[in-house]
């Protein structure tokens, strides 16, 4: 079983930086690929970035070389480094988690509560 608590969300301006954070309990963190999702309003959830295991990554489109997905096996934390964030980023992100890679990248086990980013023009 893995829990998931995001922070870091907040009220920005168009071109400002946001870091997201994700804290995850469980014994097995380590061995769990790990992504970041959002969902806007009367949108479906998108996908945006995932890190493996072993540190290697994927991004959406629309967020590749603006956003960075890193992870701390130390402290259970997953990290979403947003810059030159756009109005058009306002959503609720989740940070999600599931042994398996491939399945993180569609539908994962498990899933926070998510944190609302709101980026104003």
């Known amino acids: 079983q893995v829990q998931l608590v995001e922070s870091g969300g907040g009220l920005v301006q168009a071109g400002d930086s946001l870091r997201l954070s994700c804290a995850a309990s469980?014994?097995?963190?380590?061995?769990?690929?790990m992504g970041w999702f959002r969902q806007a309003p009367g949108k479906e959830r998108e996908f945006l970035a995932a890190?493996?295991?072993?540190?290697?990554?994927t991004y959406a489109g629309s967020v590749k070389g603006r956003f960075t997905i890193s992870r701390d096996s130390a402290k259970n934390t997953v990290y979403l480094q947003m810059n030159s964030l756009k109005p058009e980023d306002t959503a609720v992100y989740y940070c999600?988690?599931?042994?398996?890679?491939?399945?993180?990248?569609?539908?994962?086990?498990?899933w926070g509560q998510g944190t609302q980013v709101t980026v104003s023009s």
């Open positions: 999600a988690a599931d042994s398996s890679f491939g399945v993180l990248l569609r539908t994962p086990d498990y």
């Open positions: 890190i493996g295991w072993s540190g290697g990554t």
């Open positions: 469980g014994r097995t963190f380590s061995r769990h690929a």
